[in-house]
């Protein structure tokens, strides 16, 4: 072999390595960028469903407190309606006192009061109704005034039991069933 030969295929090889090296590092930059671009894809998209994710959980808990805002809303405007209803029944029972009938209902409420405690029970009433408690009651009538709606309130003769027949005492008891009646 001549020295011309030997500087040719070296010079040959040479190339060829040069070929082989270049392609090899555009093989390797190819797969970099392919990686790198996977890589901000992913950041991308962790990043989209983590945005999608809060504003989601944003909306969701906007609506709860809509909802929320909505059922104080509605419970506040029934317990209004319902105080109001509430009112009214209690102006009807007042206005029901200035009736021909209530001397009647009076007179069956001193009747079961004194069946329930005896004889000798202690009647009494509003000072509007001092005169009929009287007739009614006879010397078992107190006097002193109580500040109620109307009917009685009647305690034993020793003072260890007493029943209140009284309009307020009536509609507090019934207030649930009346409340269910008006939200009808």
Excluded: C, W
Aim: glycine share 4%; net charge neutral.
């Amino acid at each position: 072999m001549t020295l011309d030969r030997l500087v040719e295929e070296i010079r040959l090889r040479a190339e060829e390595e040069l070929r082989t090296q270049s392609t090899r590092q555009a093989a390797e930059e190819a797969a970099v960028a392919t990686d790198r671009d996977a890589r901000v894809a992913s950041v991308r998209d962790q990043t989209q469903r983590a945005s999608e994710r809060e504003i989601a959980q944003e909306r969701a808990h906007r609506l709860a407190s809509a909802k929320l805002q909505a059922r104080k809303l509605v419970y506040e405007a029934d317990e209004t309606r319902m105080a109001t209803a509430l009112g009214e029944t209690r102006q009807l029972l007042s206005d029901y006192t200035d009736s021909d009938e209530y001397p009647k209902v009076l007179k069956r409420m001193v009747a079961y009061a004194t069946g329930a405690l005896g004889k000798a029970t202690r009647i009494l009433g509003r000072a509007e109704d001092a005169s009929a408690l009287k007739k009614l009651a006879g010397a078992a009538f107190d006097p002193t005034p109580q500040s109620i709606l109307g009917g009685v309130v009647a305690e034993s003769a020793d003072g260890s039991r007493r029943l209140n027949l009284s309009f307020d005492e009536l509609l507090r008891l019934r207030e649930d069933r009346v409340r269910q009646l008006l939200s009808s």
